[in-house]
Nanobody, 115 residues
Framework: QVQFVEFGGAVVQPGGSLRLSCVVSGLTFSEYVLNWSRQPPGKERELLIGITTGGDTINYKTSVKGRFAISRDNAKSTVYLQMNNLKPEDTGLYFC????????WGRGTQVTVSS
């Protein structure tokens, strides 16, 4: 069974940084494009950024381009999201998933950007 376990979320001040991790199990990790999404409070989930099997970045949301970076460690079946210069509008529950999207999401990890 495919599972996504996200962690690393925290409360940070505007301008701060965080690195999120997502451990994936139940699939051949290296064979999939992976991505990060977030769900802001009271809003729908939105796709942010992805990474190809070759390690190339796919930018989905322009507001995080240049501030967020995605990486992967195939040996650890882990995908990372480095977030810099965080803004209050980055607040939300962050999730990872594969392409094609797996219907069962992980629990996500909460990021709150507030002074």
């Amino acid at each position: 069974q495919v599972q996504f376990v996200e962690f690393g979320g925290a409360v940070v001040q505007p301008g701060g940084s965080l690195r999120l991790s997502c451990v994936v199990s139940g699939l051949t990790f290296s064979e999939y494009v992976l991505n990060w999404s977030r769900q802001p409070p009271g809003k729908e989930r939105e796709l942010l950024i992805g990474i190809t099997t070759g390690g190339d970045t796919i930018n989905y949301k322009t507001s995080v381009k240049g501030r967020f970076a995605i990486s992967r460690d195939n040996a650890k079946s882990t995908v990372y999201l480095q977030m810099n210069n965080l803004k209050p509008e980055d607040t939300g529950l962050y999730f990872c998933n594969r392409v094609p999207r797996f219907p069962a999401w992980g629990r996500g990890t909460q990021v709150t950007v507030s002074s």
